[in-house]
């Protein structure tokens, strides 16, 4: 039976694919058999539950061979339907080209991008681990699965996962590796020399080799792999992609293309099909259905013991209830500061984390710097309930890290770095936003005036960038309250990624009055006038505020905007009744006029810095108010 399984798992993706005249087909028809083990025999999943908390993860982390995912969960009567299937590819189609997350259809991730999914899988591995400690291995208890490509272990946000993986020694990560030695350009061994199993057992982790088509090889290499409790487990599975099509069989030509008419009818008499592809038996998706009532038992004695849990454990109790609540609780009082807001907000999330369980993450090995942490305990293979993560300098795992923390359940999740190294972050960032996490990045030393450092470490055209980022909210407050309400919408539940900008150098504390409506407006008055309009961000509405001061003659309006990207057309009208209209803001000035209208001109930094002192800066880049309110003068007389 497990043959005709696999036959038909194989038809259908290739079908599919065929009828889409696109795809990757090789991958459903290499990895089939490895497929049909994980839902037979080892994952723990619901089709009735599809979104149970306990439920075991699974990653295709090889994202473009997502008709394998589709065909297998058709299969177990979750909700992807034949004509679905039909529907691959196809525009507002359950069955995208590459996997979008939908718990409700039993897809756990988005995947595409390779690396991505090894990394955020590692993420959900340590979400497991944290939550298993904090609410109890009777509440949460479960493995995270991948599928892992050669494309993937090339990608280094792989391999830097890799090495937190080990470090943290999570025992329930267990990947299986697609070892066909083809990528879309040839042979693999063409531009890689990696001994795989030397590399791994470097790092921590076991490693099993197994014929990838064998079904009692898989089967046993994943139930060593649940017996190792410290490690990571890779399982090396040996396969041939594009199995059973004569002339395309271990080629690239298989890897993403269709099969083409000539070479589908070679493949069928090969394995001996007749019919329609699209149809099939009923003791194929009965195949599954034994272990989906057994699935579907598990949760229904998962679910007694959590309400007897409830019922019986008053500290419990609370905390669950904290946790379904998925609202975290913010300092009643906070001392207003005249500071850098890196160090407002790094005394700020220090609070949060003593109030808040379900709240973790930690900085690239730069807290000292961003002053981002949130406890005096730091995660470890020792002491799995610490809040604060230390990622090492590994950018780009540690924002999917942070993502598969957030994607797997109700707990919130940062990782915070100088602004500049956004750069490594950005495909996990635009993952984040494609998913609709609640990921947070919080970043610091956020323009030229962090100095002596130089121009490779002053960023100029990243908060323009990130905004560019559809659903990613950029949030740069000016002062302590600013910074304050920036950390309550940072984690706040609101179904996507936020970015937050902070100074490393020290701020006046401008006083105003400002409410957290106002604040979530993107933008607010802070000084009314008649004459001109100023728009500034962060530290520039200090710089604001001394033009102000100096251009007393004059009406002077200043609006800050801390979240530049939240302003509509209607906001930005009632914020400015002025013809005059100006912006400052230390980076690329490109994209102002999109939130704000005409813009009479905008001060910004449109060249890459100089390493020297802040105050010689202000000099050479004449980013002062006597200099920007000479030439605002210009406009008024």
């Known amino acids: 039976m497990f043959d005709k399984v696999t036959k038909s798992i194989r038809v259908i993706s290739a079908a599919a694919v065929e009828k889409a005249n696109s795809g990757h087909p090789g991958m459903p028809m290499g990895m089939a058999e490895v497929g049909t083990v994980l839902f037979k025999y080892v994952l723990k999943v619901s089709n009735k539950q599809p979104d149970w908390i306990n439920r075991d993860r699974f990653v295709l982390s090889a994202g473009h061979g997502s008709m394998l995912l589709y065909s297998l969960l058709h299969f177990n009567n979750f909700d ?4 679905d299937i039909k529907q691959f590819r196809q525009l507002d189609s359950n069955t995208a080209g590459h996997p979008e997350v939908d718990t409700s259809l039993g897809i756990d991730i988005t995947t595409g991008p390779l690396g991505q999914g090894f990394a955020t899988g590692v993420g959900l591995a340590l979400a497991e681990s944290y939550l298993s400690e904090v609410l109890g291995k009777d509440i949460i208890d479960h493995y995270v699965y991948g599928i892992v490509s050669d494309g993937d272990l090339m990608e280094g946000v792989s391999f830097e996962a890799a090495e937190l993986a080990g470090v943290w020694k999570l025992g329930k990560l267990i990947y299986i590796f697609d070892d066909n030695n083809i990528s879309i350009d040839g042979n693999v061994d063409k531009v890689s020399l990696t001994d795989q199993k030397k590399k791994f057992e470097s790092v921590g982790w076991q490693v099993l080799e197994v014929d990838g088509h064998n079904e009692i090889e898989i089967k046993n290499a994943i139930d060593l792999s649940k017996e190792e409790k410290s490690k990571p487990s890779l399982i090396i599975a040996k396969s041939t992609i594009g199995k059973f099509a004569p002339n395309k069989q271990n080629t690239s030509s298989i890897h993403g293309a269709p099969l083409g008419n000539e070479e589908m009818k070679l493949f069928f008499d090969e394995i001996g099909w007749e019919g329609d592809p699209f149809e099939h038996t009923d003791d194929i998706y009965n195949y599954f259905a034994e272990k989906r009532l057994e699935d579907d038992k598990s949760f229904k004695e998962w679910n ?3 309400n007897n849990k409830l019922k019986n454990d008053e500290s419990f109790k609370k905390l669950w209830e904290q946790f379904e609540k998925n609202e975290l609780n913010f300092p009643e009082s906070f ?16 609070l949060i984390g003593l109030q808040n369980k379900f709240v973790l993450g930690g900085s690239a090995d730069l807290a000292a710097s961003t002053k981002q942490i ?149 933008g607010f008055v802070i000084s009314k006038g008649n004459d001109l309009t100023i728009f500034a961000s962060g530290s520039e509405v200090n710089l604001a505020w001394e033009i102000k001061e100096m251009m007393k003659d004059f009406s002077v309006q200043i609006v800050s905007v801390p979240i530049l990207n939240k302003l509509t057309p ?39 810095g100089k390493s020297a002192p802040e105050k ?20 008024l007389s």
């Open 80 to 83: 992807i339907s034949i004509d």
């Open 304 to 306: 007694s013991n959590l």
């Open 335 to 350: 001392e207003i500061q005249e500071a850098a807001t890196r160090v407002t907000g790094g005394n700020y999330i220090n």
């Open 374 to 522: 949130i406890s005096d305990e730091s995660y470890t293979s020792e002491n799995r309930s610490g809040q604060n993560i230390e990622f090492g300098i590994r950018e780009h795992s540690m924002a999917a890290v942070v993502n598969g923390i957030s994607l797997h359940s109700n707990l919130f999740s940062f990782g915070s770095t100088f602004l500049v190294f956004s750069d490594y972050m950005r495909p996990s960032i635009r993952l984040a936003s494609l998913m609709n996490l609640n990921s947070a990045y919080i970043f610091t030393h956020d323009s030229i005036y962090l100095g002596e450092d130089g121009p490779t470490h002053q960023p100029v055209e990243h908060l323009m960038s990130l905004r560019l980022i559809p659903g990613l909210d950029v949030i740069r407050p000016s002062n302590s309250i600013e910074t304050i309400y920036a950390y309550k919408y940072l984690f706040s539940n609101t179904k996507n990624p936020k970015a937050l900008s902070l100074t490393r150098q020290n701020l006046k504390f401008l006083d105003y009055d400002i409410n957290y409506s106002d604040f979530l407006n993107g």
């Open 570 to 608: 209607e906001i930005s009208e009632s914020l400015n009744n002025n013809k005059l209209t100006f912006t400052i803001e230390l980076g690329k000035a490109t994209g102002w006029s999109d939130y704000i209208g005409n813009i009479t001109e905008s001060f910004s930094i449109q060249t890459f």
């Open 616 to 635: 010689d800066l202000v000099e050479f880049f004449k980013f002062n108010a006597e200099f920007i309110g000479k030439k605002i003068r210009k406009y």
